[in-house]
């Protein structure tokens, strides 16, 4: 039985390719958090971040097929949740607005994702 | 005491000296035979004359008789001191000394007192206009007494002197004048004939009256042949040419010209003279030339050289500013006003002209720049954006070299410029592309590890993962084959896509099972590629381990059209896959509701806001797949 470290925790999974937002979402679930979504495309994001409940962290997809996160992230910052960013691009590529947001490098090791995950929720 | 026969001789001695002078030029003849002549009508032993010379303070002995060599011509009397050649000239009067031994008034030059000379008569001789102009002396070895007819006859031949003097010296200076222009002239001419620089002298009529050696040598003619001639005869035709046109203007209109012309010599090749023509006072035109065919040619290569130079600059495309540091003002080349979006001279170059048209802040670091290198007296080298006039943007490099006065301070830029433009934008989008290669990298990294991962979690054992991850991934390795092939603003067609999936999971005999109906060329969204061809990769699977192409009675149908319902923005592919003749299998279901399910009834609808269906029918499975396609005329890769 895998350590529940992230029980209970309300995490938003934002990934447009399908395989990648279901293995995420896989372990995240192992180590007990609650997946909001996942959602892939930038509109549906936005809206799903307006009407739901408490989010206590969230692991964004930098590319949304061809736009940017950014929007969403804006929102998010507004509300005070921490974001994670995933990205095939260089970490350069985050406006610098987004400085306190941890950003994993595309493959994200899973490990290295539920610790910034644990991180920023610990932080808050 | 006088006597007639005295008086006689003193008359036949001015009459012959009058005949004389009548038939003789010679001053020295004149003066020797008028001294002759005083002597033997007074009886003297001597007579002479002396002339009064330039600095007025001696006088020379010019003529005489009686007297021993070297006195006459060489013999100087003091005209200053208390002599008595001083005295009578000064007095304009005739001054005698009877006796030397009695005269207290006078000292007497020592060659009088080594002739043993006794008594003297000085008279002044005066040119017309009482110019004192010398002495007439008579010498005696005795003392004598002279007497008023004596003194009156020497007073009335020193008066006779005077004139006939006056007449010869304006004869002298006639003859001098006319010798030293006779020289001058010559000089002149030698000067004119030797000179490295040909001469010719033209009359009014063009006939070439002179022509100097080195003029000759320059044409290639001996003398006879040109000198006396018409210019027109020497050169036929030559009326009509450049040069001959402006011979005329100068001779008609009496100014100087000057012209630069080619001569043809037989046997050598051309040169280039200057020529120059001044009229002269008697209508004459004095020609001067002389080869200027190295200053020419050295003329000529040097604009060929520049042309070279600036057609290589237009070539490059540089645009070249020269800056007056002292006063800020420039000149451009046509170039760099284009660079700067004007027309050439549409503006006034300067340096602060320049400068702002950069964009924004660059004016003033671009600035700082310049000056900095400029002290440190380095070249400046840099690149910036301009801002037309149009407002459209282009990317500068400049280099800049400075130059310093004696004093040391900068007084000159000189810059050149190239539009790079493109290239910005070439590295721009090199940038780019490297970064979306990068992100796909990554992704796909990510995919495959996602791959692995479920593809473990549904396998029951190694081998089976062993076998379903190599097919997914050779699937995933087709794709991503389709997509490097394409060429920028292409796009996967879906029946491309298709084939390629098919022809990789079955042999011939498995595709004659199959009929595949739909229009060709349409193309999909590249985000859209990947994930729709991985499910058909699934469906293909399934059929082949399990459906219409492992069972003898079964068949496989495709078919796809595209369709746009109305009110909706962009058009569908709607794909459907319809297997019959499958005898299903007890545990056929289960086994069929893995991955590929999932992927087409969650994934599809995720991922590409597809609307499928999967059912599995009693002879196989129906599957409807529709996905979105890019709006007409987008190209913008998803």
């Known amino acids: 039985m895998v350590e529940q470290v992230l029980g209970a925790c309300r995490v938003l999974v934002v990934e447009d390719e399908y395989t990648i937002a279901e293995e995420i979402c896989f372990e995240l679930k192992r180590v007990g958090a609650v997946v909001i979504g996942p959602v892939g495309q930038l509109r549906a994001a936005i809206d799903l971040v307006r009407t739901a409940p408490e989010i206590d962290v969230s692991v964004l997809d930098l590319n949304l097929g061809g736009e940017t996160v950014f929007p969403l992230a804006d929102l998010l910052a507004e509300r005070g949740v921490p974001i994670i960013f995933a990205t095939g691009y260089d970490a350069q590529s985050i406006p610098s607005r987004f400085a306190p947001a941890a950003t994993l490098v595309k493959p994200v090791a899973i490990s290295a994702m539920v610790k910034a995950v644990s991180s920023a929720i610990i932080a808050r | 005491m006088v006597f007639l026969d005295d008086v006689d001789t003193r008359e036949v001695a001015l009459v012959e000296f009058g005949s004389f002078v009548l038939d003789s030029d010679d001053l020295d003849a004149i003066l020797t035979e008028g001294c002759r002549l005083i002597a033997e009508a007074l009886g003297t032993p001597f007579a002479k004359i002396i002339q009064i010379e330039p600095d007025h303070n001696t006088g020379l002995v010019r003529a005489g008789v009686g007297w021993n060599d070297g006195v006459v011509g060489h013999e100087r009397i003091s005209l200053s001191g208390n002599t008595s050649e001083a005295f009578a000239i000064n007095s304009a009067e005739p001054v005698i000394t009877q006796d030397v031994s009695d005269e207290t008034r006078f000292t007497f030059p020592q060659f009088l007192i080594d002739h043993r000379v006794s008594a003297i008569v000085n008279v002044p001789i005066f040119l017309p206009g009482r110019v004192a102009w010398g002495l007439l002396q008579v010498d005696d070895c005795q003392p004598r007494n002279f007497g008023p007819v004596e003194i009156n006859f020497l007073k009335a031949y020193a008066m006779v002197l005077g004139p006939v003097i006056d007449r010869l010296y304006a004869v002298d200076e006639r003859e001098d004048a006319r010798a030293k222009l006779v020289e001058r002239e010559a000089r002149l001419h030698r000067i004119l004939s030797r000179m490295g620089e040909g001469w010719a002298i033209l009359s009014p009529d063009f006939t070439i009256a002179d022509f100097n050696c080195e003029g000759l040598r320059m044409i290639g003619r001996p003398g006879e042949n040109v000198i006396g001639r018409s210019l027109w005869d020497v050169y036929p035709g030559s009326d009509q040419a450049d040069v001959s046109r402006v011979f005329k203007q100068a001779m008609e209109e009496r100014v100087a010209v000057t012209i630069e012309h080619e001569v043809f010599v037989d046997g050598r090749s051309p040169i280039w003279v200057e020529m120059r023509a001044y009229p002269n006072d008697d209508g004459t035109l004095a020609v001067f030339w002389h080869d200027v065919t190295r200053r020419t040619m050295d003329f000529v290569a040097l604009q060929r050289n520049e042309e070279k130079l600036r057609s290589a600059i237009e070539v490059a495309g540089v645009g070249l500013w020269d800056v ?298 129906h599957c409807t797949i529709a996905i979105p396609l890019p709006e007409k005329g987008a190209n913008r890769h998803g």
């Open chain 2, 324 to 621: 007056d540091l002292l006063s800020g003002t420039a000149t451009w080349s046509d170039e760099f006003f284009r660079m700067l979006g004007h027309e050439p001279g549409a503006v006034e170059p300067g340096y602060d002209a320049g400068l702002v048209h950069l964009h924004g802040d660059e004016q003033t670091v671009e600035d700082a720049k310049v000056k900095a290198c400029m002290d440190a007296r380095e070249d400046y080298s840099s690149e910036f954006r301009v801002i037309h006039p149009d407002g459209a943007l282009r990317w500068l490099r400049a280099r800049g070299r400075f130059f310093y006065n004696a004093a040391n301070e900068p007084e000159r830029m000189l810059g050149a410029a190239i539009d790079i433009t493109e290239s910005m934008e070439l590295q721009e989008r090199q940038r780019l592309l490297v970064g979306e290669l990068q992100h796909r990298t990554r992704n796909l990294m990510s995919v495959v590890r996602s791959i692995a991962e479920t593809t473990g979690r549904s396998s029951n054992d190694f081998e089976e993962f062993r076998h379903k991850f190599r097919d997914r991934l050779d699937a995933l390795g087709r794709v991503q084959g389709l997509l490097s092939q394409l060429g920028p603003n292409e796009r996967v067609t879906f029946d491309q896509l298709l084939r390629t999936e098919l022809a990789a999971l079955t042999d011939e005999a498995a595709l004659r099972k199959m009929d595949l109906s739909g229009p060709s060329g349409i193309a999909l969204r590249s985000g859209s590629v990947q994930a729709l061809a991985m499910a058909l990769h699934e469906l293909g699977t399934n059929a082949l381990k399990y459906g219409a192409f492992k069972q003898d009675e079964a068949r496989l149908q495709i078919s796809w059209a595209v369709e746009q319902s109305e009110g909706e923005a962009r058009p569908w592919l709607v794909i459907d896959w319809r297997e019959s003749g499958v005898e299903m299998a007890a545990d056929g279901q289960t086994q069929r509701s893995g991955q590929g399910r999932k992927l087409i009834e969650m994934g599809l609808p995720y991922q590409l806001a597809a609307r499928t269906t999967y059912e599995l029918g009693s002879d196989g499975v």
